[in-house]
């Protein structure tokens, strides 16, 4: 009797062991996309930015004017904020932005990177 519940109660430690391994490595898995994905909006702020910069002065040479370039970079923001306000509420605007984003951080499959 005393073997079957030392077996069991190693049983029990094993599995244990085991879940808290895969809990682990999925919460780790799961971090290391979102540090990715952290880098690659920083990455992407920093391109948009400098840019952003280039075209402001590329506008300003071909208008002869400065604040002309940097205005009319402006107005191609405002569209686009203007274009994203309006469809801030759009569902498949939403169900694309969540499947995409739910596609990359929380990849459990049974797949070993």
Not at 62 to 72: A, C, D, K, R, T
Not at 79 to 95: C, D, E, T
């Amino acid at each position: 009797m005393m073997e079957i519940i030392s077996t069991l109660k190693k049983l029990i430690e094993v599995r244990f062991n085991i879940i808290k391994s895969e809990i682990t490595d999925q919460i780790s898995s799961m971090a290391a996309r979102v540090g990715v994905l952290v880098m690659m909006v920083l990455s992407a702020s920093f391109i948009l930015l400098f840019g952003s910069i280039s075209l402001a002065f590329y506008f300003s040479e071909i208008y002869g004017s400065s604040s002309v370039g940097f205005l009319l970079l402006t107005g191609i923001y405002l569209a686009l904020f203007i274009v994203l306000y309006l469809l801030r509420n759009a569902s498949f605007f939403q169900k694309l932005l969540k499947n995409s984003l739910s596609k990359y951080v929380f990849l459990f499959d049974n797949k070993k990177d």
